[in-house]
Every structure is written in structure tokens, then in C-alpha cells.
């Protein structure tokens, strides 16, 4: 058990600092990924919600559904929030998907080097059309095969699971301003067996997953939410490191040990316990056609003041070596946003400053979230805590900033500015009562729970990478 | 931080091992409560919905709901479940009380030893009219001094918790087959000021509680459940203990040790992500009046087939140094449960068996439960698990045996069985799929994190004493 556990630490500390492997370097990768998009040709049209096959209003609710009663729906939402001083009820629509889906990597040793096995997956409301995906996404409509046709590829191996070794098997949310309730399956397995190849398919390090992740659009969210729960830590890295690093990197690798675990650790579930508590989030499914300040149109479900985000129709083509056509609701934001995690030395150890977010899909009132996650342009009640500050961050304090996409098979070409900044001396250790200073352990700790940390954050711990500190 | 926790887990020990305290004997607290009995009088009326003064049936939805539009409210509830080879689909009734309630102990150090300021609380639908309580119980209504009326007595040591050391602060859920999504905050904060005494209120020891739950409904379930969560140790414990102790409190000493934590405990929760994956439970409010199999009568909500609760009206007068008059609806059982929970020495260590279970008001699926759990006499389908195991455990097995109160504020007399098994060596270590065995130490290691083991389970594991096995 515990020698096990070494090995995997080991493999998994040496594939996070190797940029080569099976299939090349990450430019190899890259023009991978472009042959994979020039293989294949899209067509996604915006049509009216009459024109979409298998979907209509539901009578009584005026929900847009599913024939199939499963899938997904798009029901409406009556919110009442309080906490932070503010007493809010509003009305909005939500994406309600109860089912648990798999995002699913398989993992392997091949030449001693712990490999990841990634897809090169088409989403209708992808940027960029083909990002990196993991091995298997599937909803339980998918893989239960509630829908005719095929099983997705490599669906056995995570069905039967438990015949491989399990990395990481977790629940994780999804957005919370959009969905639910939602969670998925995040599970990484190694197999022993010989993988058969496959085109879609290519076998990459972390460490070039890490990289990719520097490039915009490039590894979907769904590749990102799993790889962010895997836990390489710090006295494996070390002896592997060519030369000492920065002092910033000596601080990140410090964030990864766990001494002083229990009061610590215990304190910040007493915060989390408090907030919970003074904080309240009561929301309701309710019926679509009566969500007050939304309309619903023939062609989009809309703000009166077309803030936040729409519901639209698409009509989507996918012809590669076969032809597959189907329609779906697709939700289109209205702003871009970003997302900003701050990091700061404290007492020689890299802390995360998170704060506690109040979100109407939050299965348990607050999850998590990065130090500033926003809507850009416009902001109701005051602007957000730091924005100003990561806004002004100078370029010596950027360790990463790219836009990242949200699930294509949901958002239309939804992206995201992700930002990690380290902050300066003067930034202030203090902070507003639901922020918190947190070291890379425990955030890791925490994420092998379910619920706490949002699909925000944990994408961008996905990029947190000893080599760019 | 870390030689404070040391202060800490040593004091919780001593406590635990201390049956006499600053109240004397465990003879002399009963002798204590039962003047508090005689000091009050009890009136309750069960009387017929309309009667219910502040209580209505609102009009859209036939729920039963109090006046202020919060407090709680009894609604009705549409479950879709899968699970274990089962597919159901049900309605019921259910208490909707959205809001997290305190449940608080004040701890202190008197002479030496650490003592828990407990209350002799009246409840109406208490078996022993009096039962040990937390110092405060009070719902965020109460709190919030949203009714009139005077705010609960120590409610100010808790509102401002921070100003004094957190010993636990957790939010806990409540039985989920009644409650939709119910937690409270389960909290203990040791006060250093000197607290002015009443004569409502006395201080025991942790040994002096768990003593007096060997005492049929004489300590509640709130008292129970916070206490379930306090983290004493083996490695405290054993330098106290004047003898060796016999080979069944060895076990238990060492299973409240970590060693192994981390692949260990992850396993458990893949585990659990499995099982949260393969089963789903799809719970939604909907109007009372229109739940099927059950009549809303003037005096009683009731199945027709008359199994599992009914809804009744209670009018309640308290008498002691002042009148107070309520009314309120109550959940009467229809029949007496059991929760018994296996032990079994597995490598020379204690391993409790727990299940899976899930139940309609669970926020998260499935939540840990004892290793039986349910109504005795009917059997709807086949007789669960163990059962029979349970019922005919030898003399020399059976640990702990009492009937224990739910919470009297919602439960008409309501009392559960309550047992320790230790198994004997022939008992299976293969067990269902859907259960577990667990060294003590995992199960608190849970306990932190929320919804992860259930009312019942807690309430035994507040059982749980080194000076009993």
C-alpha cells in the first residue's frame, strides 16, 4: 500500500518535469492537434429553439428539455442569497444535469515515463474547435447507453475501474453561476494492458500537459479539472531539480508539505463551518417561462438588459470520417471574465489567497474560488475585490495568463482570462473576512473532498507549475 | 498552535476518563435532572391542524408552513432513487428548514478538568420530558431574533465564537429520511470568563456524559451528536489508564492511530465517489397536497397503508417560573428503529462497520450510517442486512444497548434502539459493496468534513467509550 503510493509519487514527480515523452516535444503535440482539426469540418448554425430535434418546451413548466427526459434541461432558478452584508432574490435560468458524468484519463508507464492518455476532441461550442480532452467524457446518459448509438472509446476500462489502479476517483462541481447541482466523475486509472492506438488519441507527460496550458484554447476544461486534483509534491521534486531555483519556487515546493496538518487544517473548515453558516443560499427550480427579467424568445433566452448570458439553438455538423448531426441549447456569455489567483510568500512558504463564493448552483452555499473571479465590464455593486490590483500586476509578477476555454459541449466559445500573479511585498496579509491565505497542500487536501474547491480555482491550480515559478 | 492542540487533546482525555466531576457522581447529575422534571410541567395536546395557532395550509401548495414564512415548514417531496440493483421512485412528506441552526457547548477548565455546561432542556415531544442538552440550541430564527421574544440564553458566546477557542465547528446533517437537506452547526468554544451559574445548567465531564447515555433518553440528540465529533486520542489516553486493559480497548486505542493515513483514507473516499456515481437520488419539493399515497387529514398527515410517520398538531404549555404556550406540528414514528453498529478486531485494530446509505434528504447522495439502520417489524423489502446478526448478539457481545431519543422539538416520543455489537471471530471481513469497515480514527477524520457520516452513526459513535469495550 504505502510503497505503492511511493512509486506513483515518483512517477507522477518525474512526468510533471519531463516536456518530452512518447509523442514528442509540446510542438510536436501542437501540430498534432492542428492536423486533428484540419481532419475534421464543423458546422454549428444558430437556429430558433423550434428547429432543434429532440428538444422542446415543456408544457407545463415551459422548461426547454429533452425527449429523452434526460440530458440535460434548461429549467429556471428562484435564488434568494444573503451573506456579506447583502440580502439578494433573483431569478435566472440554470442548466439542470443531476447525473454524474466521467471525465476519465488513463494513465500508463511507457519508457519509465508516466503518460496520460489525451483525446483530441471536437465540442460544438469549442474555440478552436479540437482542444485536448481527457480520455473519456461521457454523461450517465452516455455511458448507461440511455441514447442509441455507440459507447464512447475506452468506456470499459472506467466502468470496470476497479480492475485498474485508481490515481484519483473524486465528485468535483461545475460552474456554479450555470449549473445545478452539477458534479462529475473526475478519475484517473492506470492500465496495465497494451492500449491499442487510436488517431484521436496521443500520449503526453504532465509537464507537457502544464505546458499546453500556456497556449490558449489548447486543453479543455474538463482535462483541466482533473489533472488539478493530482498531487505532486514537493520532497519528490526536489532531488529531480538540476539546479536550486528561485526563491519563489523554494516557497511553492515549501507549500507542498503538511506539517502542523491538524489545527491548521481544522481552522479553515472552522472558517468555512462559520460562513456556511452566516451565509445562506436558498435555490429552487421553478419554472422557466415564469423567471421574471429574462425573456424567452424564438432564438434565445435573454436578459431584458442582455447582461450575463443567453440561451441559443445550434444545429451542429461534425463530418470526419463519418457524418454525426444533432441539435442542443448552448448557453453564450455576454462578457468575457477573468480569473485571478494570487500567490504570496509567507513565512517562506508560497500561500494562495481563495476566497469563500456564494454561487446559486452551489450544492453546499459556498465553494473555494480564486482571488478575483469576475464578469469584465460590467460590475452591479462595486468592483471587485483586487481586481484593480490584478489588473495592475506588472509583467515580473505574471506567472501565467492565458484564456481558457469553458466545456464546449455546453458554452458557446465561453473563454476565460486565467491569470496566476505573484504579489509584491506590500500586498497585504491581511484580508476581508472570506478570503483566506492558503499553502498548495491544502488546497490539495481539501480537493480530495467533494465540494470545495469551484471549477474555477481548480483550473487554475491545474496550471500552478514548479517549472514557471 | 501546535502545543495548544497538545493542551487540548490532553484535557479532552483526563475529561473522558473522569466520571466524577464538579457536579459530583453520575448519581448525583440524574438526582439533579430529575428535580428539574419535577421543577417544570409539561402540557401537551395533540389537536387538529386548524387549531394550530400561527400555522397554515398555504394555499398554492397545501404545505403546512408557520406565519413568519421561515422557522420550518412541512412540504411534500418527490424522490427518484437508483441504487444497489433498485429503482424507486416515492413521495413523502418532509420538514424543509433550510436554515443552519446552533448546536453549541461551552467548555471550560474547573479545577483541572474539563467540563461541558449542559442544559436541562424541556422539548415537547421528549420521552423523560427533560433530556441533557447543549448549552445552545436555537435556530437561525432564534438567533436572528426574527420572532419576538428574548434571545436564548449563551446565544452572545456564540454569535461572537471567535472571541474564544474553537474546539470543533462543524455543520452536520440531520436525519435524512425526514429533513430536506437539514444541518446544523455543530460547535464547542471554551469560554475562559467565568460563566454565572443557573439553575437550568450544570458542568460534566466527557466520562460523565458518556456514562449518562447508558441511561435510556436521558442525554439528547443534539448533546450527541456534538459530542460524537470531539477527537480523543489513543496515545493521550493510554499513559492515564491505571491498568492494561483488555484486548478489546487495546483495539480500540489503536484505532484512533493515523499511521498509513494518506493512500488508506483515499481509498475510502473512491470508494465513496463510487458509489455516489452508480447511485442517484433525485429529491424535489413539490405541493404537499398532491403527494400520493398519503392523506392530509384534519388531525393527522398520514399513509394510507399507516407505516413509517404521520404528521400531527401539538399544543404545547410549558410551565416553570413563567407560562410559555406554542403549537406546532410534530412527526410521529409508526413503529420503533434500531441502529446497531459492528465492531471487529481486524490486525489487532477496532474497525467499525459502517454503510452507504441513501436517504431522501441527503444533500450528497449517500452519507456513512451505522451497520443497520432501520425500522424494526415491517420489512418491505426482505430484511436488511445483519439484521438477524444484530438481534441475536450474545450477552458478552453487546457493548452498548439503549434506547435513544431523536430531537424532541420535531419527534413525537420518538426513540431508537441504539447498540454496540462487537462481532464475534467468525464474522465476515468481506463485506456488501456498499459497506465498509473503518478504524475510529477514519471516521473522525470524516466527521471534519461535511455530510459524510449520518445522524444515526454519530449518535453511536458519541457512544463509543474506552472504559465500556
Same mark, same amino acid.
Given at each position: ?133 481527457? /480520455?473519456?467524457?461521457?454523461? =450517465? @446518459?452516455?455511458? *448507461?447507453?440511455?441514447? $442509441?448509438?455507440?459507447?464512447? &472509446?475506452?468506456? !470499459? ?119 456556511? /453558516?452566516?451565509?445562506?443560499? =436558498? @435555490?429552487?427550480? *421553478?419554472?422557466?417561462? $415564469?423567471?421574471?427579467?429574462? &425573456?424567452?424568445? !424564438? ?171
Amino acid at each position: 500500500m504505502v510503497s505503492e503510493q511511493r512509486r506513483n509519487n515518483l512517477l507522477l514527480a518525474k512526468s510533471l518535469l519531463s516536456t518530452v515523452g512518447p509523442a514528442g516535444t509540446v510542438g510536436d503535440i501542437r501540430a498534432w492537434l492542428e492536423k486533428r482539426r484540419a481532419a475534421v469540418a464543423v458546422d454549428v448554425r444558430l437556429t430558433d429553439f423550434r428547429s432543434l430535434r429532440e428538444w422542446r418546451f415543456e408544457e407545463e413548466s415551459g422548461d426547454l428539455v429533452h425527449e429523452s427526459g434526460s440530458f440535460f434541461a434548461i429549467r429556471g432558478l428562484d435564488v434568494h442569497a444573503e451573506g456579506g452584508g447583502l440580502r439578494n432574490h433573483w431569478q435566472q435560468p440554470i442548466i439542470d444535469q443531476p447525473e454524474v458524468g466521467f471525465l476519465g484519463i488513463i494513465v500508463q508507464e511507457r519508457d519509465g515515463l508516466l503518460c496520460f492518455l489525451m483525446q483530441a476532441k471536437i465540442e460544438p461550442g469549442n474555440l478552436n474547435c479540437v482542444q485536448l480532452s481527457p /480520455t473519456l467524457q461521457a454523461t =450517465r @446518459s452516455n455511458y *448507461m447507453q440511455i441514447h $442509441r448509438g455507440r459507447a464512447p &472509446r475506452f468506456l !470499459e476500462y472506467f466502468r470496470e475501474s476497479r480492475r485498474h489502479r485508481i490515481w484519483l476517483d473524486q465528485l468535483q462541481s461545475e460552474q456554479g453561476g450555470r449549473f445545478f447541482h452539477k458534479r462529475n466523475r473526475n478519475i484517473v486509472i492506470e492500465v496495465e494492458e497494451e492500449i491499442p492506438p487510436h488517431e484521436d488519441f496521443i500520449w503526453v507527460t504532465l509537464g507537457q500537459l502544464k505546458e499546453l496550458m500556456h497556449f490558449d484554447n489548447t486543453v479543455n476544461m474538463d482535462a483541466r479539472t482533473v489533472i488539478s486534483a493530482l498531487g505532486w509534491r514537493g520532497s519528490d521534486i526536489i532531488p529531480l531539480l538540476r539546479h536550486a531555483g528561485s526563491a519563489r519556487s523554494r516557497a511553492l515546493l515549501a507549500s507542498l508539505c503538511k506539517e502542523e496538518y491538524e489545527p491548521r487544517h481544522l481552522e479553515t473548515l472552522y472558517w468555512l463551518s462559520e460562513l456556511k /453558516t452566516r451565509y445562506l443560499i =436558498r @435555490s429552487r427550480l *421553478m419554472p422557466l417561462d $415564469r423567471v421574471s427579467e429574462w &425573456r424567452v424568445r !424564438e432564438d434565445e433566452i435573454v436578459r431584458d438588459d442582455r447582461l450575463y448570458f443567453r440561451v441559443i439553438g445550434a444545429e451542429v455538423t461534425i463530418s470526419n470520417r463519418e457524418v454525426a448531426r444533432w441539435s442542443q441549447p448552448l448557453i453564450q456569455p455576454m462578457q468575457e471574465g477573468i480569473c485571478a489567483l494570487v500567490m504570496k510568500e509567507i513565512d517562506g512558504v508560497a500561500h494562495f489567497l481563495v476566497q469563500a463564493k456564494l454561487e446559486c448552483g452551489n450544492l453546499d452555499v459556498v465553494e473555494l474560488a480564486p482571488t478575483l473571479q469576475c464578469l469584465t465590464g460590467s460590475f452591479r455593486s462595486g468592483k471587485p475585490e483586487f481586481l484593480e490590483y490584478v489588473l495592475a500586476a506588472k509583467p515580473e509578477q505574471v506567472i501565467y495568463d492565458c484564456r481558457q476555454s469553458e466545456e464546449g459541449g455546453r458554452f458557446w466559445r465561453e473563454q476565460n482570462r486565467n491569470m496566476l500573479v505573484a504579489a509584491d511585498r506590500d500586498f497585504p496579509e491581511e484580508v476581508p473576512e472570506n478570503f483566506r491565505w492558503m499553502p498548495l497542500w491544502q488546497l490539495r487536501e481539501l480537493l480530495h473532498f467533494n465540494n470545495y474547491l469551484n471549477i474555477q480555482l481548480r483550473s487554475l491550480l491545474a496550471a500552478v507549475n514548479i517549472l514557471d515559478v
